[in-house]
């Protein structure tokens, strides 16, 4: 971890939050390169899991809601997390996360003193909306997506005419007011989530079930996580969530040990049911053929925006021996390799010379390729060094412009992975990078 924690400063993927000023703790800021590597993430799963398939939509709710919604949602009640407090140095930690004693004590993980007895404490983010911070002006930003998509249904369903099954999917921010984050992106108080909540008929709950841990299997694959370090654990009654009637998380073997990755969850009618009794809305959806009027059930798939980059960085992180421009010598490369659909930066330019006429002739492929791809130009320092920074951020292709390429109109194209050298005519390169990267 502390390898990819200084790779993804120094080459600009994830730098550590309001840093000048001493930082926050567990708050990070996205790169250059890491915004585009988020990016990547969030179009792909939005256009497999939205554009491709005619029984999702989408939408964008507000990060605060009536506080309504969560009293119905049980948030108010039941989100929160065992909490231990140190009486001499008033550090808290989550009480489930501290080891007991024989004699049935617990230890501040600091100073060793004996911890205080275990409270309940809330997670929301509690803020004030209004001038006065009166009990009235009360709200939460929100700790999921879900809800939004839970009280937007009906509008959902009266304004798209769609029929059950259909699920609607959101990519947002969730902030949690968590005791202990940490171990990079992992746990953090703001986050990202992709969700869906999939509207279906009771009987038809473990179909979908099944249908939806398949898609996040696929989806997991195609991100280039390793299946041999995937956990599917079925979490037993009385550890699931309250709204849940079956959970299965997916966890994946982290430098850190092995911790969650996606959820999914069927969720019963219990938003729907709770919102239409708090609410007083009609929110049974009647069925065209038979009639019949019900309130949905909902399978819900998560899918983590950031543990799903740090899964990505994991994954793709290798260290190994490669050739030196010497012949029979080798030298040490660090080398992300991502699936390419993934990589941050598709192609890098690389001219051999800062002269005049190669870098302007470099300069004009760089300009025709970047309509099309996401490109990096660099002229600077030697062509092994420039190769290294490029496996470093992952690049698939490196396009090495030299002087014959003033003569022949052919430049020379490099794998990440093989390292392999293809001479392309600058003509052709467009159809070629496309073949390649598809």
Not at 75 to 102: G, Y
Not at 222 to 228: F, N
Not at 315 to 343: C, Q, S
Request: hydrophobic share 35%; proline share 5%; with cysteine.
């Amino acid at each position: 971890m502390e390898k990819i924690v200084s790779l993804c400063k120094r080459r600009g993927f994830i730098f550590p939050g309001s840093e000048i000023y001493g930082g926050l703790a567990n708050s990070w800021d996205y790169g250059p390169l890491g915004v585009e590597l988020k990016n990547n993430i969030k179009q792909e799963w939005w256009k497999r899991f939205v554009h491709q398939r005619t029984d999702v939509v989408g939408i964008d709710s507000a990060l605060i809601m009536n506080p309504k919604v969560w009293e119905a949602s049980g948030h108010l009640s039941n989100f929160s997390d065992p909490l231990v407090e140190c009486p001499k140095d008033h550090q808290r930690f989550r009480a489930d996360q501290i080891e007991i004693t024989d004699n049935g004590f617990q230890l501040c993980p600091s100073c060793g003193e004996i911890l205080g007895p275990e409270k309940q404490f809330n997670l929301m983010f509690k803020t004030f909306i209004g001038p006065s911070e009166e009990q009235a002006n009360i709200a939460y930003f929100r700790p999921e997506t879900a809800q939004g998509m839970f009280v937007d249904f009906k509008n959902v369903l009266e304004t798209t005419r769609k029929r059950l099954p259909f699920g609607i999917a959101q990519i947002g921010k969730s902030f949690r007011n968590e005791i202990t984050p940490g171990n990079f992106i992992f746990r953090t108080r703001e986050f990202e989530q992709m969700e869906i909540e999939y509207f279906i008929a009771e009987k038809d709950w473990k179909a979908y079930f099944e249908h939806w841990l398949d898609e996040m299997k696929r989806w997991l694959k195609d991100l280039g996580i390793a299946e041999e370090k995937l956990h599917y654990d079925d979490i037993p009654e009385g550890e699931r969530a309250h709204y849940s009637q079956r959970t299965v998380d997916i966890e994946y073997d982290f430098p850190f040990g092995k911790k969650e990755l996606y959820g999914l969850a069927y969720r019963t009618d219990f938003d729907l049911k709770n919102h239409m009794e708090k609410s007083g809305e009609d929110l049974r959806y009647t069925d065209p053929e038979s009639g019949e009027e019900f309130l949905p059930h909902v399978i819900e798939p998560t899918w983590g925006v950031d543990r799903s980059v740090l899964a990505a960085l994991v994954e793709a992180y290798h260290e190994e021996e490669a050739p030196t421009a010497e012949k029979g010598e080798t030298e040490a490369r660090v080398v992300l390799k991502f699936p390419k659909w993934l990589a941050p930066v598709k192609v890098a330019i690389l001219p051999l010379s800062k002269k005049e006429n190669l870098s302007s002739f470099a300069k004009e492929i760089h300009r025709d390729l970047v309509q099309e791809f996401v490109c990096e130009y660099d002229e600077t320092q030697s062509i092994g060094k420039r190769y290294r920074r490029q496996d470093e951020i992952g690049t698939p292709y490196c396009v090495t412009v030299d002087f014959e390429s003033l003569e022949d109109k052919a430049v020379t194209v490099r794998d990440r992975d093989t390292m392999q050298q293809e001479r392309i005519a600058i003509a052709e390169l467009k159809a070629y990078l496309r073949e390649k990267l598809s």
